[in-house]
């Protein structure tokens, strides 16, 4: 790996007082090339600009995907990644959806080790906050010929994460719009899934809600994802979440909570969630949670449920009371060292 350094660290200790997320990027970023078949050598060098031209494919034909985690520093300046392992397999998912080259784990494990030690400063310790690790690949050959490109940058940029505050959001059941379908890339984490999910979501907010449930592309009949997470429902004391699928992304924070949820002994029911089910749970009473799960915000619970043309209030629950604050709880200590790791969920970077 060849590592250019910055001549001066861009580093001062306001960056952990922005409020903004994703535009404070560290000093270094990785980039590795793709040409002729093979991965060149990657290096780190300072953040900025890349050069490319407009006939780049990634911009005609959208061969371009991502992946997102985070980084945490511990009371003794010790930084580990969450889960990293999980990240990798799915961003080689993702490429061999997209019909891009698998990236070698010399080049995506030991890259991310090797920028996130050398940017450590920029990891923050207070509880909340992070450094999140955006991974991200694109096709740059530079030709307008709608076919599988052979040239592609894989990139690898750090940027500081505040503490988010998760104010609960409402959200519409889409009963139109469809994030993915059956046989699709729904699955992976490509660029395209989120460009056609913008759209839909503006809609939802012109009917005055956050976010969208989304739905099976089928029938509209069962839950799938919530803006750009996996979704859970509790009703009465049992969480539910549809199984993954070619349509559901196998989100990393879905699959923790989940494993949390079941060793702390809590019903948990992994199969499909039909709307009618949600509705007449709230009829009932029993609609007691619903809540998006996911890296950028761990969890984020609903207030509003949108049902067709009614809006379907949900009161937030006590922390104490509430399975989402509950779990959420449980994976932050984990994340931020507080207690053990009996997952062996926390990557050590550096010595
Ligand atoms: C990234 C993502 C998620 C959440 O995955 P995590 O690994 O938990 O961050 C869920 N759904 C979609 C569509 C995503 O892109």
Redesign the pocket.
């Known amino acids: 790996m060849i590592i250019e350094k910055i001549a001066e660290s861009k580093f001062n200790d306001s960056v952990f007082d922005s409020k903004v997320f994703g535009k404070n990027f560290t000093d270094h970023m990785l980039v590795a090339k793709y040409k002729d078949g093979k991965w060149d050598e990657p290096k780190i060098m300072p953040y900025g600009a890349l050069e490319f031209t407009p006939a780049a494919m990634a911009f005609h034909y959208g061969q371009a995907i991502f ?3 985070k980084a945490y520093k511990n009371e003794n300046d010790e930084v580990f990644i969450f889960r990293p392992d ?2 990798f397999e ?1 961003f080689n998912l993702s490429a061999e959806r997209l019909n891009m080259p698998t990236v070698p784990e010399e080049i995506f494990m030991e890259g991310i080790q090797t920028i996130v030690d050398l940017d450590r400063q920029w990891v923050p310790k207070n509880y909340g906050t992070s450094l999140y690790i955006r991974p991200t690949m694109f096709a740059t050959e530079e030709a307008i010929s709608a076919r599988s490109s052979n040239e592609f940058m894989f990139v690898v940029l750090l940027a500081y994460a505040p503490a988010y505050y998760d104010k609960p959001l409402s959200v519409k059941i889409a009963d139109f719009y469809s ?2 379908a059956q046989g699709g890339v ?1 699955f992976a ?1 490509c660029a395209g ?2 460009a056609a999910s913008f759209y839909p979501t503006q809609e939802a907010q012109k009917d005055g809600y956050d976010q969208v449930i989304w739905t099976d592309s089928i029938e509209h009949k069962y839950i799938e ?1 919530a ?4 979704v859970m429902v509790r009703i009465g004391d049992k969480l539910l979440t549809a199984p993954t699928s070619e349509r ?9 909570l989940l494993t949390l949820a079941k060793d702390s002994g809590m019903d948990v029911e992994i199969r499909p969630v039909a709307v009618q089910e949600m509705y007449d749970a709230y009829k009932d009473g029993q609609l007691k949670e619903v809540f ?5 915000v761990v969890v984020n619970s609903y207030n509003a449920v949108g049902f067709a043309e009614e809006r379907a209030p949900i009161e937030i629950l006590s922390d104490e009371e509430s399975f989402a604050s509950i779990l959420k709880g449980k994976l932050r200590d984990i994340q931020y060292g507080l207690v053990e790791d009996p997952y062996g969920w926390r990557v050590k970077v550096g010595k």
């Open positions: 992946e997102g985690m999980r990240n799915r994030r993915s729904g984490k899934n989120y994802e803006g750009t997470m996996n559901i992304l196998n989100g990393v924070t879905r699959d923790s998006g799960c996911g890296t950028a």
